[in-house]
């Protein structure tokens, strides 16, 4: 059974609830353990199709100097990140079961558990890393997990070789047969996370705000002020930060709805269904929800995929017109290797904003988010021509709480063929949930 959320951690209206980051004048009001330190969070942000490695991987272990490459656009937050080599999924390989590596890639990132082969109803794969986290500590929290995503795709039918779209679609499973659909819409998202009370009181919230065009701000505004005259000078600079930044994702909602509502220039073409047409501001929105979720309590555990894997989405805003998926096999053309680099660098831009983001989140005990978050980003694929499995393109960031070292660049050998999985435990471990074994784990994986 769920904890209840207190009153105090959150401003209340009609069909809205928006909590609170920790503040010092509420810290006895606030729970003890929220008090005495920040909580630790986990997320997964996952990218498809591999990477090109000669432009990921530093030139020799050790310590984190000049990040250049595709990894370049994270040098500021260096302290804060581990390049980890070697990293293997065996479960994404074939292992008798022929073609199929992206839906492989995909459903093996967060399971470790080769996926049955079929594009049926009868998937099955295994639970996933998140929601083993979210299964132990997820009453803690407003909601056990969050799932975010920039494509939406389908949850039946043959994507891959044979494999169900199910299996490339998804990054996050609630159990081997059952995986948790992601939201692409960050106005869903940003309803889901400040939407409170009955499902009636929720809908007259929207209608009215939609009717006046209101902020959901505007709501709460008498619980703010109440609550502004008990704070520090401090804490009212912090709330009003808070809650600038809060108006600040709506209005870049509202703005993305009203952009995608006008009828393209093209003639019969269907107007997208409310999401950012930009794929960067539509990231950055999800980035920025994100960071909400996690500065306000309301969940300790998200998976981010940025795209399916075997995504062929162009990138023409940075001159590649060609799709991603078909690119990846380059066939080590250097003109399509270049390519592959600069839509992998894109997506470290985007990794980048988000660590600035919780950055500049301040916490207790003059820590940041980012110094309490463990962010795993990387791939189910190595290189995407090759469709190997080992040595992945992965990436911890954060401290965890000042549980892990940061800012170095760690090779487990290649020929050990170290699980994936084995980084989980780790992870495991630091968030008080455990485990003895996951997937094809072989041991705790030493960070």
Excluded at 8 to 29: I, K, N, Y
Excluded at 104 to 124: C, E, N, V, W, Y
Excluded at 316 to 331: K, N, T, Y
Aim: charged residues 20%.
């Amino acid at each position: 059974m769920k904890k209840p959320i207190s009153r105090r951690a959150a401003l209340r209206g009609l069909g809205t609830a928006v909590a609170l980051p920790f503040l010092e004048s509420l810290a006895p009001a606030q729970t003890a353990a929220r008090a005495a330190a920040a909580p630790k969070r986990l997320a997964f942000v996952y990218v498809p199709n591999g990477v090109n490695m000669a432009h990921w991987t530093p030139s020799q272990p050790g310590q984190l100097d000049t990040l250049t490459g595709i990894l370049a656009p994270l040098d500021p937050f260096k302290s804060h990140v581990n390049v980890i080599g070697g990293m293997t999924l065996d479960k994404g390989r074939a292992n008798g079961d022929g073609p199929g590596d992206h839906a492989r890639a995909m459903s093996t990132f967060l399971t470790g558990r080769q996926p049955r082969k079929t594009h049926g109803a009868d998937i099955r794969v295994g639970i996933s890393a998140d929601q083993h986290v979210a299964n132990v500590i997820g009453d803690q929290t407003r909601f056990p997990s969050l799932e975010l995503g920039i494509e939406r795709g389908q949850q039946a039918g043959n994507c891959d070789s044979g494999y169900s779209c199910a299996y490339s679609s998804n990054l996050s499973w609630r159990g081997e047969s059952t995986p948790n659909a992601k939201e692409t819409d960050p106005k869903a998202v940003f309803e889901r996370l400040f939407g409170s009370g009955s499902s009636g009181e929720r809908a007259a919230s929207r209608a009215r705000r939609d009717a006046d065009a209101a902020s959901i701000l505007d709501f709460v505004q008498d619980d703010a002020r109440r609550l502004n005259n008990t704070l520090g000078q401090g804490d009212r600079r912090k709330l009003d930060e808070y809650l600038s930044s809060v108006r600040e994702v709506e209005q870049r909602i509202e703005r993305a709805r009203a952009t995608a509502s006008t009828p393209p220039p093209r003639p019969n073409m269907p107007a997208p269904t409310g999401t950012p047409g930009d794929v960067k501001d539509h990231i950055r929105l999800m980035c920025d929800l994100l960071v909400l979720s996690f500065q306000t309590d309301t969940t300790r555990v998200v998976t981010f995929p940025i795209a399916n894997d075997g995504s062929n989405r162009p990138y023409r805003f940075i001159d590649v017109p060609e799709g991603h998926h078909d690119l990846s096999h380059h066939g080590s053309d250097p003109a399509k290797l270049a390519k592959i680099a600069k839509i992998n660098t894109f997506h470290t831009e985007q990794l980048a904003y988000l660590l600035g983001r919780m950055q500049a989140v301040r916490e207790a005990n003059n820590t940041t988010l980012l110094d309490n978050v463990m962010l795993v980003y990387g791939s189910g694929l190595g290189d995407g021509n090759r469709h190997n499995h080992d040595d992945l393109p992965i990436l911890l960031c954060g401290k965890g709480g000042g549980t892990i070292t940061a800012g170095r660049h760690l090779m487990f050998p290649k020929r050990a063929d170290t699980p994936l999985m084995n980084l989980y435990l780790a992870l495991f471990q630091r968030m008080g949930a455990p485990a003895a074994s996951f997937g094809d784990s072989t041991g705790v994986l030493s960070i």
